[in-house]
Nanobody, 120 residues
Framework: VQLQASGGGLVQPGGSLRLSCAAS????????MDWYRQAPGKQREWVAG???????NYADSAKGRFTISRDNAKSTVYLQMNSLRPEDTAVYYC???????????????WGQGTLVTVSS
């Protein structure tokens, strides 16, 4: 299973970024997808999640600013981040929880992360 995250970069406070995570080797349509982040010197924290049915959940820090979505045809999950703040600076990781074959057992997989820096 490979999870390729992209879209990170340097953005000014108040700006926007859209992260993408392309999955392969997993039954994407049956998988729950989540975004986590890890700021320097801090533990990794959950940001947002979307299940196979398209239901979404957000950490309090992301509510109203971030939107998670998925495109099953492209096996890709997105994180649209608006009104970015310096405290959003972190490496963002995508996470998949799903089967690698139809009706197979579910396992968790991590991508390599993409760096988001919010600074003026």
């Amino acid at each position: 299973v490979q999870l390729q995250a992209s879209g990170g970069g340097l953005v000014q406070p108040g700006g926007s970024l859209r992260l993408s995570c392309a999955a392969s080797g997993i039954i994407f349509s049956s998988s729950a997808m989540d975004w986590y982040r890890q700021a320097p010197g801090k533990q990794r924290e959950w940001v947002a999640g979307i299940d196979s049915g398209g239901n979404t959940n957000y950490a309090d820090s992301a509510k109203g600013r971030f939107t998670i979505s998925r495109d099953n045809a492209k096996s890709t999950v997105y994180l649209q981040m608006n009104s970015l703040r310096p405290e959003d600076t972190a490496v963002y990781y995508c996470n998949a929880n799903g089967p690698i074959r139809t009706l197979g057992p579910r396992s968790m997989y991590w991508g390599q992360g993409t760096l988001v820096t919010v600074s003026s």
